[in-house]
């Protein structure tokens, strides 16, 4: 599962990177970076099929639109690729609403001896990189309010990532980006091309316990730091 991220980046690079704007009606008071600590129900910049030259603020934690609550979002934060066509909550959204959400690291925690040990991975050939999602709209049937979501879409380890955790965020090639959102190719055609990003472009480094707590959320979040369990709060 991939449950935390980073985005500390400005919004200038954000724009340069992927081509992109934030200053739209919608975005025009939104202003969440840097986000050292990014975690579900966060609102976060992603990039859709619908609108590739625009920022969109999008709830992380995909509602699908015939959900009777929003809770189930909470559930739905990511997406495994080997079943996308096969659950209700994601084969249309693969289908018709694909996404790229930006990064620049993401958090897992590995298993040893002595408890949990988080880690942050990166990739080393690009400073910003995308994760590839799922989006939906969903309407309260209670209020009538339009809550826009996604799903980051996950699969199995490459081998960097084997020795941390077993599941690891789709992450896209610059050049896949724009067939991820285009419709050049059929919705199974764009799945089957995806293979883990390769290990000798990523890079993976212990970070403080205190990125367990969503409310820290501060530069010293993405430092390297020592394989200990001394400093959780």
Not at 85 to 109: I, M, N
């Amino acid at each position: 599962m991939c449950g935390r991220s980073s985005l500390s980046k400005t919004e200038k690079e954000l724009e340069e990177r992927f081509n992109a704007t934030f200053y739209t009606d919608g975005l025009v008071n939104y202003n969440p970076l840097p986000n050292y600590n990014v975690a579900p129900t966060h609102i976060m910049p992603v990039i859709t099929n619908e609108a590739q030259n625009l920022f969109r603020a999008f709830r992380w934690g995909l509602i699908p639109f015939w959900a009777k609550d929003k809770k189930i979002g909470y559930r739905m934060i990511n997406a495994r690729i080997e079943t996308l066509f096969e659950k209700s909550s994601f084969k249309q959204a693969v289908t018709k609403r694909r996404c790229l959400v930006p990064a620049d690291g993401f958090y897992e925690w590995k298993k040893t001896s002595e408890g949990k040990q988080p880690y942050r991975i990166q990739t080393t050939d690009q400073e910003i990189f995308s994760m590839a999602g799922i989006w939906e709209r969903w309407k309260n049937p209670q209020d009538g309010q339009l809550i826009f979501s996604f799903s980051v879409i996950t699969q199995g380890p490459n081998e960097l990532m084997e020795d941390i955790h077993n599941r690891m965020p789709v992450i896209l090639r610059a050049e896949q980006e724009t067939l991820w959102l285009a419709d050049d190719l059929s919705p199974k055609d764009l799945v089957e091309m995806i293979e883990p990003y390769p290990s000798e472009h990523m890079k993976a480094y212990p970070v403080s316990m205190r990125v367990g707590n969503v409310s820290n959320n501060d530069a010293g979040l993405i430092e390297e730091h020592k394989e200990d369990q001394t400093h959780t709060d």
